[in-house]
């Protein structure tokens, strides 16, 4: 997701700043740094937390760093960091060449986390005179994290090979891009809690699954168009769903709105505060959005599943199925769409391959007269938003 973030970024938005050029070589106040990253963090709504603080030379090491998602809960370890390399920059700024992630060895309650460790690098720590909210929402260059493995007595439960994300530069007005990826993400399924679920995922033939995760996107800061061009779960010998959207209306004025109000939903966490921060989200447009399942053996294992519980073939199955669906779609009160649907769906059924629903409206909608419809008519959302479904196109 493209706001999916490494532990140290305030956002999953790009950056190259030429703007923020150090000035001469001066001491380096660890604590102030430490200050302003956590400062930083609060426009977000996160408080962070320290140990300790110590400073080497341009080198800022954290000991013990914590964070608290709200004044409720209690605060997350994220381990030690060292910031590497930091020089000062305009308003009050600092520049990290690399965040150190150091890695992590721990065992509760049976069981192990064994984390690699990463980095982070070009990464900006907005001064107090900073004004423009992008540069004050943490920009980094790029950011990679090393191996994950969680593990019981009994051997591995999940584990990951890495995941990595890099942006572009960004210039006031400009277009920034972004992509991640998460690679060799491996899940033993004879490891879910509840039996019922083993027993299913072994009857599909899963007692392992194997995938990667996949995206990139862009934002127009000039015109507050935001889009994520792709965001793929692939799981090998099962099937992949990707997922886009484009959206308008994310402008830096809404960004900085959101930081101030975050900044006060982290000091009091009450409804009238979770009220304003949606009134704001309804300036957002929704101009398309998608979701496709590809598949990859995954339909036809549920569809011999099913016959077996039920005894029936996988031909008697897809019958049921065509003859139920019609029935359930009436009562989305759109005949065209039900129909639409209901050769979409069987189509997809007999000849597995495809299945797209997309929202693709001739001009943009405000959220604000999406809530309006759920609310009044809610069969309408359908029409409002030029809902459609297609197989295997």
Known sequence: MI?????????????????????????????????????????????????????????????????????????????????????EADGGSYLVDRIAIAPISQTTDGVTVEFEGGEINDYLIAGPQVSDPILRSGLFESAQAGALTISDAEGTIFSMEGASTTMDGY????????????DGMVADMTKLPEAQARETMAALGYEELRGTVTSKGSWDTGTGR????????????AASLEMTFDIGGYTPELVGAMQQMQLQMAEQNSEAMN?????????????????????????????????????????????????VLPIGLAQLQDPAFAAEAT???????????????????????????????????????????????????
């Open 226 to 237: 935001l889009a994520l061009d792709e965001m793929i779960y692939d799981v090998d010998d």
């Open 275 to 323: 009220m304003a921060m949606l009134g704001l989200m309804q300036q957002i447009e929704i101009n398309a959005i998608s979701i496709e399942i590809r598949d990859d053996s995954l339909t036809n294992r549920i569809l011999d599943f099913v016959g077996e519980q039920q005894g029936m073939n996988r031909a008697n199955v897809i019958a049921m199925a065509k003859g």
């Open 3 to 87: 706001f999916s973030r490494p532990l140290l970024s305030a956002s999953a938005i790009a950056l190259t700043m030429t703007a923020f050029a150090p000035p001469a070589l001066a001491d380096i106040d660890g604590a102030d740094v430490f200050e302003q990253l956590a400062t930083q963090f609060a426009l977000q709504g996160i408080k962070l937390e320290a140990a300790g603080v110590q400073t080497n030379g341009d080198d800022v090491a954290i000991a013990g760093l914590k964070m608290r998602a709200t004044p409720e809960t209690d605060p997350f370890p994220l381990g030690d960091y060292v910031l590497e390399n930091v020089t």
């Open 171 to 182: 210039e006031p007005g400009g277009v920034m891009t972004f992509d991640a990826n998460v």
């Open 343 to 393: 050769a979409a769906i069987g189509q997809f059924l007999d000849d597995p391959g495809t299945l797209r629903i997309a929202a693709e409206p001739t001009s943009a909608v405000p959220v604000a007269q999406i809530m309006a419809v759920a609310m009044s008519a809610p069969q309408a959302l359908i029409s409002t938003l030029a809902v459609s479904i297609t197989a295997n196109r």
